[in-house]
């Protein structure tokens, strides 16, 4: 099991989540996926998935993932959870936390969607997984999460700050 770099390399015939692909609207369990095996866990896709889609489904998958369920989720497995909604308060939460998931706006034109990745600070930085429709591999942020938000011009973000069990 490795970690998911683009969910739009999934094959559409595999893990679809609800009435859609994971290609199309899975960032919400790609990211819960991806922040188990970066805290040293492990769970299949499908696990995940059907976990996913009962508890907290946007219109089925349709629409994605409802917003707390990543952190229900990792409270249900025994981590230690805080949200944080305050993007001045982003980079303190990575210091101390085992891995994260962040939540944000993005717009593109006319277009408008939100994302779920799986990220951590490493000694080079802030790693990010799954970020970019065209991401193959891990995606560096650099030193500071609020400013790659401000220069991405990503917006209402919230970060899931996870750390192990004491």
């Known amino acids: 099991m490795d970690l998911i770099y683009c969910q739009r390399d999934i094959p559409k015939e595999q893990w679809r989540y609800g009435l859609r692909t994971s290609a199309a609207t899975g960032c919400g369990w790609i990211a ?5 095996l970066l805290l040293g ?7 995940l998935i059907r976990w ?3 508890a907290f489904p946007v219109i089925h998958g349709n629409l994605g993932t409802w917003i707390t369920a990543p952190a229900t989720f990792m409270k249900r497995r025994g981590y230690r959870v805080e949200t944080i909604l305050r993007r001045d308060r982003f980079d303190e939460a990575l210091e101390t936390c ?17 994302h779920f990745v799986a990220l951590h600070k490493t000694p080079e930085g802030i790693v990010g997984y ?5 991401s ?6 650099g030193a500071s999460l609020e400013r790659f938000l401000k220069r991405r011009k990503y917006f209402g973000a919230a970060l899931i700050a996870i750390k192990k069990p004491e």
């Open 98 to 114: 085992d891995a994260a998931i962040l939540f944000y706006w993005w717009h593109q034109k006319l277009r408008l969607g939100a």
């Open 130 to 134: 799954n970020t970019y429709r065209n």
């Open 41 to 47: 866990d492990r769970e299949s896709p499908e696990v």
């Open 52 to 54: 996913f889609e009962r």
């Open 136 to 141: 193959t591999g891990p995606d560096h942020y």
């Open 32 to 36: 819960a996926y991806n922040a188990l």
